[in-house]
């Protein structure tokens, strides 16, 4: 299967199977597109010959067949029988999302937890469930080395403490388990400190860093509790230090767009302006019923803005101000291995969330949700069927990701979002779908004008 579509003044063809992408000129892209459509060679020959030569048709159709028997044009299906296998392996958990806190200093409007409470009570995670959670960790993680531990809120900074305690934990039982821990952190900045920050840079691989861009757009939706000030005003000087001390890596600034600000690539390029590198900006999954929720008819603006980001950061890295949008990243000489092309984050598997109190759930987002709830970390998971459930999911257990040429790249969708959507893991989120489609063409014009542009550079 192959996809052909126009972003931005280029011509490309995507061979879904391999991940091939080719940049086409106009008669190339004629041909490839009938191809596409299901029409014949010889249809198509009949089609285009009032306007092209006989042998310009031919060496494009044998070009087109050489590509194919390269394997980077209408390519088959290879994974099917590595996805059943790997739903079928014994569960082996890997990444672990600690709710260190349950309670926040702001009052997001459109949180998911609910203000850090989480559908439940305000609590702070002790050191002693917090080492058993880690115990969990290395115990359930058989032959995996590095092992990955996010600590997320709320806000993780109200409980710091116990932060660095279990960092320090975690240090002591690596020398005794053969383990690596990569800590991250997620926090929305206004606790932040230079005591805080130089903890970091020692101790956490990755730092996420949220805030939602334009200063009236951010606090409009981040507001403090009672309301009074900026929450902007008093995170951007902090986490623009932040960056910088991380040497502009190993960080993210992290927004959210939802109805109010649908021209979010100027809050996108805002944090470029501030300085920052490495950005990533996502829509708002909320209830139609929410003032602030993406509908139907809002996605032809915000596919023109992904666009306009699109040619932006090719514009602004001729000009040696480029950064990374995290949407936009996408390894095409690599890329995750199989498995995660096919299934995803591994919520409920290979990843879980622990809350305050040591329950276990699929994920942060399922947090709360009892009917998700799947054991507890003293007393291990006792709703293994829940695990298999989510183990089960891939891009070939969804319908809607058959013919659709974005599924290697998403892996079929968040599996919270789904839920939320259509009332089941294995359902979709059709807005969030669209969304995704534009993202990869907007990705792939990117990788092609980067590469056109180093052609150029060394045949000039």
């Not at 116990?162 to 039982?173: D, N, P, Q, S, W």
Request: charged share 25%.
């Amino acid at each position: 299967m192959i996809h052909t579509f126009e972003n931005n003044g280029y011509r490309l063809c995507l061979d879904e199977n391999s991940g091939s992408v080719h940049v086409l000129d106009e008669l190339s892209y004629k041909v490839l597109r009938r191809l596409e459509q299901g029409e014949s060679v010889s249809a198509v020959r009949e089609e285009l010959e009032h306007n092209w030569s006989g042998e310009e048709l031919e060496e494009v159709l044998a070009e087109c067949r050489q590509l194919q028997q390269e394997g980077t044009l209408f390519t088959g299906e290879p994974y099917r029988p590595a996805v059943e296998e790997f739903a079928a392996r014994p569960g082996v958990v890997k990444a672990m999302c600690l709710h260190i806190a349950h309670d926040c200093n702001l009052a997001c409007r459109y949180c998911f937890a609910e203000e850090g409470e989480y559908h439940g009570r305000r609590a702070l995670m002790s050191l002693e469930t917090g080492k058993a959670a880690l115990d969990f960790l290395i115990s359930h993680s058989g032959n995996r080395r590095n092992l990955e531990v996010d600590f997320f809120g709320g806000e993780p900074t109200m409980n710091w403490e116990v932060v660095k305690e279990l960092v320090a934990y975690g240090r002591a039982r690596e020398k005794t388990s053969d383990k690596h821990f990569r800590f991250t952190l997620t926090t929305n900045g206004v606790l932040l400190n230079e005591e805080i920050m130089a903890f970091c840079n020692r101790e956490m691989d990755n730092v996420v860093l949220s805030f939602d861009g334009r200063r009236q757009v951010n606090d409009r939706m981040r507001p403090f509790r009672g309301g009074n000030s900026s929450s902007y005003d008093r995170i951007i000087p902090k986490f623009q230090a932040f960056a910088e001390s991380r040497h502009q890596e190993k960080y993210y600034v992290r927004g959210t767009f939802t109805r109010y600000n649908l021209d979010f690539a100027a809050d996108v390029l805002h944090m470029a302006d501030l300085g920052f590198k490495q950005i990533s900006v996502e829509p708002v999954v909320a209830p139609l019923t929410e003032d602030y929720a993406i509908r139907e008819e809002d996605l032809p603006q915000i596919c023109e803005q992904y666009d306009l980001l699109a040619r932006e950061m090719v514009r602004r890295k001729k000009e040696g101000r480029g950064f990374n949008f995290f949407h936009f990243m996408i390894d095409l000489s690599g890329g995750p291995c199989v498995y995660k092309r096919l299934s995803g984050c591994g919520a409920g598997g290979e990843y879980l969330a622990v809350t305050p109190w040591g329950d276990l759930y699929p994920c942060h987002q399922f947090v709360g949700m009892e009917e998700f709830r799947l054991g507890n970390v003293t007393d291990g998971i006792d709703r293994e069927d829940i695990c298999r459930q989510f183990r089960s999911v891939n891009v070939y257990s969804r319908p809607e990701c058959t013919g659709c040429f974005a599924r290697y790249f998403c892996s079929g969708g968040c599996m919270a979002n789904a839920w939320h959507a259509s009332g089941a893991i294995n359902g979709v989120y059709s807005i969030g779908c669209t969304m995704q489609r534009k993202r990869v063409e907007c990705a792939l014009m990117i990788h092609a004008a980067e590469k056109m542009a180093d052609k150029i550079e060394k045949e000039g």
